[in-house]
């Protein structure tokens, strides 16, 4: 694949320089999801990049819930150094993540990976989609079990906050909500901002250009010089607009309880509108 020149080029591929890629040379991730929102091997087992090891995003990108810890806590180093193992990664692999639901499962594989101190990792930009488009090829049924690889996941090399920082963090910097306008309006953390992620991508899934997200961005005060995290619904979503503020070359920490954590304790606050009323189920 081409030199990582840029931030954009140093976090996503497109589906032709990954086509052009020889066999063997990147390890590929398949992290599909239905619409559900939980893991999907039965499209993977329908047709899948050749080669592509599925991934499987909540028994391998998340840790066991606890009753506050919101849907999709992190994984143990442990439990996903053996993970990344026996996708064959190892400390030099270079690694390509993709899915069919706008890139926001792969966002969470990118972000774990790259969290767990895997530094070349990147999304197909566009997903199943683009590779098809482009011509590429559909394997069925599993792929071979590539050789076992030797990375050891350290975790730590990508900003978190917690549930207890996150009032600071939102009235001092900037809390951005990463889920849909109307999920955002029915209920949201206080101070949060929508910023819905969705909306970084083109009709065809891909990533607007670095001039439309700058402009976005930019016009919610986000351009590098301000505190800055992101949540959603199970931190999925946010995960990939930490991604996608990675390929402006902004830092933005992820609150991985998200607000299914944020809500486990009734007497959070969340904001509906202009005001804010207690999150008990009740309210």
């Not at 090829?137 to 900003?159: C, E, F, V």
């Amino acid at each position: 694949m081409a030199p990582l020149t840029s931030p954009r080029a140093h976090h996503l591929v497109s589906a032709e320089t990954l086509l052009a890629t020889p066999p063997g040379r990147v390890v590929v991730l398949d992290v599909r999801a239905g619409t559900d929102g939980r893991s999907d091997r039965d499209a993977y087992l329908r047709g899948h990049l050749p080669g592509a090891v599925f991934v499987d995003l909540d028994a391998d990108l998340s840790g066991p819930r606890t009753p506050l810890s919101g849907d999709r806590p992190l994984p143990d180093a442990g439990q996903l150094t053996d993970a990344v193992r026996e996708w064959g990664i190892s400390p030099a692999s270079p690694v390509v993540v993709y899915d069919d639901s706008r890139s926001a499962p792969a966002g969470r594989a990118w972000w774990i990976l790259r969290w767990a101190g895997l530094t070349n990792v990147r999304i197909l930009d566009g997903g199943l989609a683009a590779w098809r488009s482009a011509g590429g090829a559909l394997d069925t049924g599993d792929a071979r079990r590539p050789q076992r690889g030797t990375a050891i996941a350290s975790p730590g090399h990508l900003p978190v906050v917690t549930t207890d920082q996150i009032p600071h963090l939102a009235r001092g910097g900037l809390l951005l909500d990463a889920r849909p306008a109307d999920l955002h309006d029915a209920g949201h953390i206080p101070d949060a901002v929508g910023a819905p992620v969705f909306a970084d991508l083109d009709d065809a899934g891909r990533l607007r250009t670095e001039h439309e997200l700058r402009a976005r961005y930019g016009a919610l005060r986000l351009d590098g010089t301000t505190p800055a995290a992101t949540y959603c619904g199970s931190a999925v979503a946010a995960a990939f607009q930490v991604f996608v503020l990675a390929t402006l070359g902004v830092e933005a920490s992820l609150y991985v309880g998200s607000y299914s954590a944020w809500t486990s304790d009734p007497q959070r606050a969340v904001a509906r509108g202009t005001g804010a009323v207690p999150s008990s189920p009740t309210a």
